[in-house]
């Protein structure tokens, strides 16, 4: 097993992370990677009904102590002001004194003051450097460098470009590499590019455990990544889907007075809370089986993918290839 930084600050005992996935993420499956001993997350959003966090929130606390668990378990919070259910959901995280945050799409400091408060670690997710120099400012404890090929809302740079330039300006501060990794060998390259860590999401999607249409999951294994879409029909912030023929219909753009709404300063909060909120109910139809309005999320590692398995299985699996790979150079 591969030891460092980020094994040493999550206390996990393989520096990866099964990456938060709207709708997708399930408490089963975080428990599976705990006993496998990486972290498993999951967005507080797939828990919005009374009471629902808190339960999960419950069960898992109680999972990390009473299983011996090599691993651990955290949450996403997106951090935009359009979210909702982000101040509640950041109470209930923090009188469950969660140890792990995921911080995506906005401002983290709030997350990071409460979070260090009780001793727990903050990692932002970022897509470039100027994004990172700030989460840095603030305190963070680790970045998540949301790479051009993830699965969902994608950054502008490829693992090449973005993971050296993290290295070299933050040395301090480990990088976790999320965005088209599948194989061990996706993990090896990760490392040697200068992360400290991976986060891996779409492979997940195709685990027994993810409770999502097998149409969905069908539709992955049958997938290159030249099917991978970058669409901002969904959420307004570019996201990668797999390219069905909804997706096509729909276009990958929003339409001009979209735009405009999106833009404008009078409009343009309460429009991205209503684009969200479209796309948030787009999404949970798309998961039921017999949709046809397919919006399936998911990024370019659906070129590896190529098995239904439990999780723990290719959590495994990832790891032995890596090591294989380590052991024969
Ligand atoms: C189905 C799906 C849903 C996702 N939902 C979220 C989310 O709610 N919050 C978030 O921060 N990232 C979300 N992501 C992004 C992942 O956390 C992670 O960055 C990404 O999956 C890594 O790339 P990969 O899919 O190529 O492994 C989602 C990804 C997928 C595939």
Not at 11 to 35: G, H, R
Not at 292 to 298: C, D, G, L
Request: with cysteine; proline share 4%.
């Amino acid at each position: 097993m591969l030891t460092n930084s980020v094994t040493e600050q999550l206390k996990i005992a393989f520096p990866m992370i099964m990456a938060p996935m709207f709708l997708v993420s399930n408490e089963e499956m975080v428990k599976s990677a705990m006993d496998s001993g990486i972290m498993g997350t999951f967005p507080t959003l797939n828990f919005r009904h009374e009471n629902e966090l808190v339960e999960v929130l419950q069960h898992l606390n109680a999972h990390l102590q009473q299983t011996d668990s090599k691993g651990c378990y955290g949450v996403n919070l997106i951090v935009q002001k359009t979210n909702v259910y982000y101040q509640n959901h950041l109470r209930i995280c923090v009188d469950n004194r969660v140890p792990f945050y995921i911080t995506s799409l906005g401002n983290p400091k709030e997350v990071i003051v409460a979070a260090h408060a009780y001793g727990a670690k903050v990692y932002c997710d970022v897509t470039d450097l100027h994004f990172a120099e700030k989460c840095a400012a603030l305190g963070c404890d680790g970045f998540i460098a949301v790479c051009k090929g993830a699965g969902g809302h994608a950054g502008p740079y490829s693992m090449q470009e973005l993971l050296p330039l993290l290295h070299q300006e933050f040395p301090d501060i480990p990088t976790i590499a999320a965005g088209g990794i599948a194989t061990g060998q996706n993990i090896a390259k990760a490392l040697a590019l200068g992360a400290q860590g991976v986060s891996i999401g779409t492979r997940f999607i195709c685990s027994e455990e993810a409770k999502v249409s097998n149409d969905y999951k069908q539709a992955i294994l049958h997938s290159t990544k030249e099917d991978i879409v970058l669409t901002t029909r969904l959420s307004g912030t570019p996201s990668n889907v797999i390219n069905t023929e909804y997706v096509q219909r729909i276009g990958l753009k929003q339409n001009f007075i979209e735009h405009f709404l999106s833009n404008h300063p009078k409009t343009k909060k309460y429009f991205k809370m209503f684009v969200q909120f479209r796309g948030m109910k787009a999404l949970e139809k798309a998961i039921i089986p017999g949709n046809y309005k397919n919006i399936w999320v998911a990024g370019t590692s659906v070129q590896d993918i190529h098995d239904i398995k439990p999780c723990s299985v290719l959590i495994h699996r990832l790891i032995e290839e890596y090591e294989q790979v380590v052991a024969t150079k």
